[in-house]
């Protein structure tokens, strides 16, 4: 049986009128994403979880958020929702993609009255009745309802589906049934497809779910294919996947082909069986004959293309559905002759063809429902299918809503509008922690100096078999211990505002709340901490006396004693893997200005007992990632444990086996970190742990305060074991830590006279199917090693450059660095002035930059001639245009890539090469007076280090730039958008040409950018000194935190300050021009780096370049905040 409703103009229905929603308005969202990690052997690439937004009080700035997320990830996992998502919030949320819809949110057809219970009307099918407080959400599934479940009256059941009913004999026996064999129901994409073009977002709430042993889904179609999955669980495909796994010959005929569904399909096929894989109708006769379906209107009929695209990324997913195709229409190309197939074995044979390719274990995620969860998919993109679950394991509830949307009557064009639906599921779903006893070492320091070899045994013995144990006799007393305890809980008592001002940085130091995410739970730990280091890094991020007296001087004290400890330890384990006994200590000298050893006061947040037994973690699991821990906490306080023999790269941790540790009085817990496991040639073990939440009797359900101080090596540290089973870790820091490569990473070739110190180039890397791993390690090489080429991509398509650009910044606002093309337009000023910038058609985010003629068809930019002054026009003193064409040239002008205004600066800037003139090289001049040139070939971009530029500065100048900040001025393109700049690209010619304020238009004062002068790199640690010199309005300058600074707001004295400093990198020595070659893309750190384009004369040649990149989701961070109210 098919689940069918019919569209009919004279049915008795539910006709409800639309709601038009007003959201809360907010700044800003509390929401944060954070990509699935899913199984490496998987091919999914989708799905995402989102945390910090309450769907049953969402704003408008909360939507925002979860819209662009959507389009990105197409699957969002709504985790940590306080309370049942109500069904008037479901609608809702599903309405607000469609503001404009009129037809009350139905997007299978008009609800006919379903029954009359116990006093009270439903609306809707057998197989789904609507609430009756909403009626726009459905109930699916099978079972009682629960009591006073929004309207329903008491004892109201809900019939369920069952692949008896609808798939073709035989059926599963009911003996492997009971054993847990399984079925796809039915593979689809939500809609009516008759009269109502198909909703746009799907969502499903958990009530309830079945509690059991994962089910077997068969595939049953002679492959033998099985995948197990949890019971209740909802599987999806992306199109996009299915479009990439089709032969070259087909991926051309479904770009260019339609399908039409049958009219009141779901009529039609209702007496027909489905395919035991759900994908399909099996050709038997059995589908009803169109004369003897509902009335129906040929006008209504829907007919869709294949291929639908995302309006928001431009990426293009094959968007079928197998079981309604009635006819189709095929063409290989846009002028091709069509095909029209209306032969139903035929038609189902192509859309097996299509279709089967994706339907394999490793391309589908089976999501596993837990209860209060909301997953809400973009329906244009995915498949999915629900799973038929035993009746012995228990009954599953599903709340279904669907909103449609008003379409003037029209069927979708091949790019769709938004069309708005949803599709809820309430579940409840149990996990169970797996505990056994394993011994945990115990080991006294006493008499150390004799006992040193007896220790060292003891010590190796349990790095080798737990990678933990405990210490006692260590010089510090219990009364010690407790009375550090308690100066970290008086600093968490203070207010937030107070916390604030000594703010988490990439220095690894600060305080921070809610913002560590786990990748073992994809959630933010439920904590707040405080990281303190000996040395530099903590410049202006220890409170004052007045604030806290005797904090710094009583913490400082206890981190000296615990070094001692630990320096200890280090020689112990020095000796059993046969280094000197200063080796490890060298390595930790706290004395040095490099020195990363941390202490991490902690304060876990009190568990509400009310839990229904619900498991998640104050701390998730996790290895830690430096040399060597050690714990310091109250006795009593229970939920630290440990799971040896496990990678905290894996999922999730089901299933595995975990012991508890008990604390006693004086007793400090240690465990190895990873860089000695790596250091010891994995001889000795970094253990899994975590902080788990209460959830049992006898755990501590209060607040708890805890120490933590990491041995952390200095950022010089030359890492490798005793038998070299690792290649030397060098420049340590917690972001060095990266995966291992798949790729092939190499430093670029420099000459003698070369000062530069960046530049890599990567091969063997397609990123046509790049992992999420390696794009974790291509952020890092990026970060370190500033510009990187990256060769070989000639072949992909611009939408994969716009979803790498998305992948290394996860978080950030899906458009691009400079905002959508018409905002760049409008207010680009100089950027958009005397040249011409393109959009890739279907990869807005992708900018076509370059001169001349562009080819008869790029990437559907038809005989596009892109035209532009020459660069140095933008120069005071302009260079001649018999010069140009006799090959002399100029840097045009030194920039980073930033909006300044609105916008956070991109983190990484990528320019694929498609074509560009090599030869001859022109010269480029500097024409300030020094005699400098250098010959290039043509097309290429220059870059300099500001790292470099840091380097370069006096101590008294690296003092005032570390304290010191900038104002950028609002609109800054169009402020100085009359000025003209110096002859060698760097800065400005100060002639009074920039705008006032008044002359500027609309803007808004919170939008104006301030940022720090110095830049920290979040992976080296390195400084840059990032300053925009030509949209700078205003200085700001000090030489310490407490110095009050000295405001510049003349310009001509900026740029004279700015010029001295900027001026000293700009050298041939320090200037890099890597080059590229047609296919290569070139990613650089835009947060460390300057670049410029070389024009050249239009007679060498055209140039088309693609470029991309996204506002970072998190600004620059300075070595020194910026004072609050700055």
Known sequence: MVITSVVTEEANCLEPQKIHFTLPHAQATSGRVVPIAHAKSSKVDFGAEIYGIDLNSFTDADFELISDALHKYKLLLFKEQPEMLKPQQQYKLTSNFDPDEKTGGFAHGKDPFLVHHNGVDFFGIPKRPAIPDQPQVHILGRGPLPDNHFGFPPGFEVQGIDH????????????????????????????????????????????????????????EDGSGIEMKMAPGATAMVAGSRALALLDEKTRKIV???????????FVWMSGAHSTRLGHLIETEGLEKPLDQLPKWNREKVCIYPMVWTNPKTGEKSLQVHGQGAFKLYLKDSPDGKETIVDD????????????????????????????????????????????????????????????????????????????????????????????????????SLHDFDNRVDEITAQLCSAAENVGFFAIKDHGLTDSDIQDMLSTAESFFRLPDETKATVPWNPQNVGWEKLSQVRPSTGAADQKESYQIQFGENMEGLWLDDGTLPGFRARTLEFMHRVQDISEKLMICLARGLGFEDEYFINWHDIARPNSQSTLRMLHYYETPKMNDGKVYHRAGAHADWGFLTLLFQKPGYSGLEICPGREAVTEHALGDEWTKVDLEPGVIVCNIGDLLMSWSDDRFKSTYHRVKAPCEDGDFYGERFSIAFFNQPCKDAIIQGPKGKYPVREKMSPGILTPKLTFTLTEMEKTPKDKHNFGAVVTGLDLDDISDADVKALHDAIWTHKVLVVKGQKHI???????????????????????????????????????????????????????????????????????????????????????????????QRWHIDAALYDREPAWFTTLRCITRPTGPEVTVHWDDGSGRSMAVEPGLTAFFSNVQMYELMSDEEKKVADHSWVEYAPHPYQWMGNCKGNANGLGLVSQGKELGEEELGEWDEKAVKRYPMVWVNPVTGEKAFMVHGICVRRMFLRSSVDEEPTVVDDVVKIREW??????????????????????????????????????????????????ANVGASVGPVGPVPIPAGS
Not at 255 to 262: C, F, H, P, V, W
């Open 164 to 219: 008896e009913e609808f798939h073709l004999p035989p059926h599963i026996p009911a003996d492997e049934r009971e054993a847990g064999a399984s079925r796809f129901y039915q593979w689809h994409f939500d809609g009516a497809l008759y009269a109502i073009p198909p909703p746009r977002v799907g969502c499903l709430l958990a009530v309830r779910t079945p509690k059991g042993p994962d089910v077997t889904v068969r595939w």
């Open 255 to 265: 770009m260019n082909s339609r399908i039409e569904y049958a009219p009141h399909a």
């Open 344 to 443: 139903l074995t035929e038609v189902r044979a192509f859309m097996d063809k299509i279709m089967k390719p994706a339907l394999q274990p490793e391309n589908i995620y089976a999501h596993p429902h837990q209860e209060q969860d909301v997953i809400l998919w973009y329906n244009r993109a995915l498949w999915h299918s629900i799973v038929r679950t035993l009746n012995r394991i228990s009954q599953v509830l599903r709340s279904s809503c669907d909103a449609s949307v008003q379409c003037g009557g029209e069927r979708p064009p091949y790019r769709l509008r938004g069309f708005p639906a949803c599709d809820v599921i309430r579940l409840v779903m149990e996990k169970q922690t797996r505990y056994v006893d394993r011994e945990i070492s115990k080991i």
């Open 797 to 891: 398509h611009p939408i994969k450059q716009w979803d790498l650009v998305t992948r290394l910044d996860p978080d950030a606002p899906l458009v691009h660095g400079h905002g959508d093309m018409k905002t760049f337009n409008e207010k680009g000023g100089l950027l958009s002035r005397g040249r011409e910038v393109l959009a890739i058609p279907g990869a807005e985010n992708v900018r076509v930059i370059g001169k001349g003629f562009q080819g008869a068809d790029h990437y559907g930019l038809l005989n596009k001639t892109l035209t532009r002054t020459p660069s140095h026009d933008f120069h005071a003193l302009p260079l001649s245009e018999a010069d140009f064409e006799a090959g002399h040239t100029r840097f």
């Open 1058 to 1107: 700015l010029k001295v400093i900027q001026e000293r990198v700009l050298k041939p020595e320090y200037i890099l021009l890597p080059k590229a070659e047609e296919g290569d893309i070139i990613m650089w750190a835009n947060f460390q780096m300057f670049h410029t384009a070389i024009d050249y004369h239009s007679k060498l040649g055209p140039r088309t370049m693609h470029q």
